[in-house]
C-alpha cells in the first residue's frame, strides 16, 4: 500500500464513451501527477497539478481532460478515446514539486479502448 | 539530446547470483537520479536516489546504485537476487534544477530470476 488509490483497476470502453479514472492520496502531498504507461515506451508525463492548480500539460490531445478538485483528489476525464490510447495510467503524488521528495505511485488504471 | 537509457530490455539471472542494472543519462550538468522498481500489476516503488554527496547510495530490499560522473552512469546493483525481485526495473531522471514535474525515465530492464 503505497497511499496512493486508483480506480478502477481496469477499465474497457469504446471510442464514443465517456469514462473517468480517479486517483486518490491521503499523503497530505501537495502535487499530483498523471502519467501514460504504453508498451514499449517509456513512462509519459500527461499532467501536473500543485495546489490544485495545473502547472504543466505536456502536449496531451484534448480527449484527456484532468480534474484536481481538491489537494487530495485527481481525475482523467475521457471522451472519444483511440485504440492507441490504451495503457496503464498512472497517478503519482510528492510532497511538493520539488525535486527531493520523492513521488509516490498508485497501482494504476489498465485501459483497453476497443 | 537530453535522454535516460537502459541498454538491456531483458534480464535473466540465477537466484543467488549478482545483478547489476544499467543506466546511462545524457543532460550537461548532473541530473538527480532515481531507480524505480514495479511488480507486475503494481505501481512503481521508489529503491534509492541521488542528489550529491556519496557515490554509493543504498536503497530498499537490498538494492544500492553508484554514481559514476565520467560514465554518467547510475548502475543498479545487488548481490544476491532473490526470486522475489522479478519485475521491471526503471531508472529516472530529474533535471538539475527541476523538479518532480520534469520526472524523465527510461524504458525499463524486466528481470526475470531463475530458480
Known amino acids: 500500500e503505497t497511499g496512493v488509490t486508483q480506480t478502477p483497476r481496469h477499465l474497457v470502453m469504446g471510442m464514443t464513451n465517456k469514462k473517468s479514472l480517479k486517483c486518490e492520496q491521503h499523503l497530505g502531498h501537495n502535487a499530483m501527477y498523471w502519467y501514460k504507461q504504453s508498451a514499449k515506451k517509456p513512462l509519459e508525463l500527461m499532467f501536473v497539478?500543485?495546489?490544485?492548480?495545473?502547472?504543466e500539460n505536456n502536449s496531451v490531445p484534448s480527449r484527456f481532460s484532468p480534474e484536481c478538485p481538491n489537494s487530495s483528489h485527481l481525475f482523467l476525464h475521457l471522451h472519444t478515446l483511440q485504440p492507441e490510447d490504451s495503457a496503464l495510467y498512472l497517478c503519482a503524488s510528492s510532497q511538493d514539486l520539488g525535486p527531493f521528495p520523492e513521488a509516490f505511485f498508485g497501482q494504476g488504471t489498465r485501459l483497453t479502448v476497443v | 539530446a537530453q535522454s535516460v537509457t537502459q541498454p538491456d530490455i531483458h534480464i535473466t539471472v540465477s537466484e543467488g547470483a549478482s545483478l547489476e542494472l544499467r543506466c546511462n543519462y545524457s543532460y550537461g550538468a548532473t541530473p538527480y537520479l532515481f531507480w524505480y522498481v514495479q511488480s507486475p500489476g503494481q505501481g512503481l516503488q521508489l529503491l534509492l536516489k541521488?542528489?550529491?554527496?556519496?557515490?554509493l547510495v543504498q536503497g530498499i530490499k537490498g538494492f544500492e546504485a553508484e554514481f559514476k560522473r565520467s560514465q554518467s552512469s547510475f548502475n543498479l546493483r545487488k548481490p544476491s537476487v532473490h526470486w522475489s525481485d522479478a519485475a521491471e526495473y526503471f531508472c529516472a531522471v530529474v533535471p538539475y534544477g527541476g523538479s518532480q514535474g520534469n520526472l524523465i525515465f527510461g524504458k525499463g530492464t524486466k528481470l526475470s530470476v531463475k530458480p
Open positions: 541521488y542528489f550529491s554527496g556519496d557515490t
Open positions: 497539478y500543485s495546489l490544485e492548480e495545473r502547472v
